[in-house]
């Protein structure tokens, strides 16, 4: 099935450091999602982004809804050892009702000692 | 208030056999959408239900069905195994609605099971 094309894959970075990753697609979509998964649990949402252009921040964490609606990046300030984890961008065009979502590849994210 | 809760946490089955895999949404939610994320991967769409309605089905073989209940809980079945169907089956549930036409439906996912076909 279809995978959005997410980068970096993995990243390795010390604790306080700033950290970048973005999401692209062939196909343009109406929203945007970034989730984080730890491991053995489901992937829990973290911004949602509903408009072309648009910049949403949560806490240190900000995301952009890109302009051409085929791509979107996460950006995380001031890193900490609990943003160790997996964290996958969804596009989702809705249609007729159906909310599904396209995923990522994912983007590992570990704090180094 | 309760999250997505799924059941059974774990299963293992040969090939061949069929399993049934339960969801219980948030109190109020009234869809219920599958996804199967083998390892390494994100999550792949396959079934959402909507008030006990088919709204949507992802590139999967027939072999795989689901239902939604009156009580908005939700079953996903998979006949005939096969090693390739081991995986983690995510549930997540949503109250779709929409904010100046634009859709503001928000899945809040479960635990998952984590399949093993042997």
């Known amino acids: 099935g279809q995978q959005l094309n997410q980068s970096p894959q993995s990243m390795f970075i010390q604790e306080g450091e700033d950290v970048s990753m973005n999401c692209t697609s062939s196909?343009?979509?109406?929203?945007w999602l970034w989730y984080k998964q730890d491991p053995g649990e489901g992937p829990v949402l973290l911004i949602a982004?509903?408009?072309?252009?648009e910049l949403t921040s949560n806490g240190r964490l900000t995301a952009q809804f890109g302009i051409t609606r085929k791509d979107s990046f996460l950006n995380i300030s001031a890193s900490i050892p609990s943003d160790v984890g997996i964290y996958f961008c969804?596009?989702?065009?809705?249609?007729?009702?159906?909310?599904?979502?396209?995923f990522g590849t994912g983007t590992r994210l570990t704090i180094i000692p | 208030d309760a999250g997505v809760t799924q059941s059974p946490t774990h299963l293992i089955k040969t090939r061949g056999q069929h399993v049934t895999l339960r969801c219980s949404p948030i109190s109020g939610h009234k869809s219920v959408s599958w996804y199967q994320q083998v390892l390494g991967q994100g999550p792949q769409f396959i079934f959402q239900y909507y008030e006990k309605e088919e709204r949507g089905r992802g590139n999967f073989p027939d072999r795989f069905s689901a239902r939604q209940f009156p009580n908005y809980s939700s079953e996903l079945n998979v006949n005939a195994l096969l090693l390739g169907d081991s995986a983690l089956y995510l549930c997540?549930?949503?109250?779709?609605?929409?904010?100046?036409?634009?859709?503001?439906?928000?899945?809040?996912f479960g635990p998952g099971t984590r399949l093993t076909v042997l």
């Open positions: 969804a596009g989702r065009l809705t249609n007729f009702g159906n909310e599904k979502l396209t």
């Open positions: 982004l509903y408009k072309a252009g």
């Open positions: 196909s343009i979509f109406n929203t």
């Open positions: 997540a549930s949503s109250l779709p609605g929409t904010s100046g036409g634009v859709s503001t439906d928000t899945q809040y």
